[in-house]
């Protein structure tokens, strides 16, 4: 089902994947189809309840705001914010702004295990032998028995260590903005980090991107980090600090393994690329074959709750 301009009174969604195409969707609303293309599907003051594109840039994302007056929902796809935040001020007074908590749990946590043990068993020269077509055996770290530092302890925190318990880490330690305890044991507070790091064989940042965690890996940080510790970035880019972190590599000090970097996109020649024991990916810890039955599944939650006029959930700002 697609909408029109003639206004049929029922609530508008935007949806970036075909409605047709999301089984399921409750009666009662009309839908969209838009994923960021420079025409609009229909006058965007129709818009009631609108999810941004994924996989595309912040610009494009909210590029129709200013013109969705009738906006009450922005549902993102994406767990972190930073993208919409800025913009957060053009939601119209009451308008709601939730994310995708959840969704992305699966995907992200398994390419965070992927990236710590290709790092720590040097999957990359193995696959730089294999082109070359050398024989190339020795000795590597394992996993198993390694202490592994959780900076970062929300819903893909806890799916991470989920994928790390059975692989023998002699412990899981557990950092989060505000400290608690659950049933896996203490979540510390991120004031706690310098005297948690020297302990840490492998630190992996799961953290949203927010003013207190921008920068937050920094040179004082990294210096508390054991030797030949491997830093694993599956966050947001600039909660590092790029040049402090190639002192580090580039001294031989401690490896590192990163799905997002800044600059974000990595442009061609800057030396992290080629930086000694760093491994990149680009991006890719949510685009995976997990993506779009949560996405769907989410989608289809909120949008009956948005019907029923229930409270909706995941939801991190209401505009004043």
């Given at each position: ?65 200013p013109e969705m007056t009738g906006l009450r929902v922005v549902q993102t796809l994406t767990a972190g914010l930073d993208h919409i935040l800025p913009s957060a001020h053009l939601l119209p007074s009451g308008a709601l702004l939730c994310n995708a908590r959840g969704l ?84 510390h507070a991120i004031t706690e980090l310098p005297g948690l790091l020297a302990d840490a064989d492998v630190v992996i940042l799961a953290t949203p991107l927010t003013t207190e965690t921008r920068g937050l890996v920094d040179a004082g940080f990294l210096a508390r980090m ?95």
């Amino acid at each position: 089902m697609s909408a029109d301009d003639s206004g049929s009174g029922r609530p508008l969604a935007w949806l970036p994947i075909p409605p047709e195409e999301i089984e399921g969707l409750p009666a009662g609303l009309d839908y969209a189809h838009w994923n960021g293309e420079p025409d609009y599907p229909t006058d965007p003051a129709r818009c009631a309840f609108y999810v941004p594109p994924y996989v595309t840039s912040g610009d494009v994302c909210v590029r129709p705001l200013p013109e969705m007056t009738g906006l009450r929902v922005v549902q993102t796809l994406t767990a972190g914010l930073d993208h919409i935040l800025p913009s957060a001020h053009l939601l119209p007074s009451g308008a709601l702004l939730c994310n995708a908590r959840g969704l992305h749990d699966a995907s992200t946590a398994e390419l965070a295990l992927a990236l710590v043990l290709a790092s720590l068993r040097d999957i990359p020269g193995f696959v730089r032998a294999q082109d070359a077509g050398e024989w190339r055996q020795g000795f590597r770290p394992a996993l198993a028995d390694r202490s592994v530092l959780i900076v970062g302890y929300g819903s893909i925190g806890r799916a991470i260590e989920d994928r790390l318990l059975p692989f023998e880490c002699a412990r899981v330690v557990r950092v989060a903005r505000s400290p608690r305890e659950d049933e896996r044991g203490p979540v510390h507070a991120i004031t706690e980090l310098p005297g948690l790091l020297a302990d840490a064989d492998v630190v992996i940042l799961a953290t949203p991107l927010t003013t207190e965690t921008r920068g937050l890996v920094d040179a004082g940080f990294l210096a508390r980090m054991k030797d030949g510790a491997l830093l694993v970035n599956i966050a947001r880019g600039p909660v590092v600090d790029t040049k402090a972190l190639l002192t580090e590599v580039e001294s031989g000090r401690l490896r590192a393994a990163l799905d997002v970097t800044d600059p974000e996109p990595l442009p061609s020649g800057h030396p992290l690329w080629s930086a000694p024991g760093v491994l990149i990916t680009p991006h890719v810890g949510g685009p995976s074959s997990a993506f779009l039955p949560r996405a769907k599944r989410m989608l289809r939650d909120q949008l009956a709750r948005f019907a029923l006029d229930a409270p909706l959930q995941n939801v991190v700002v209401t505009a004043p």
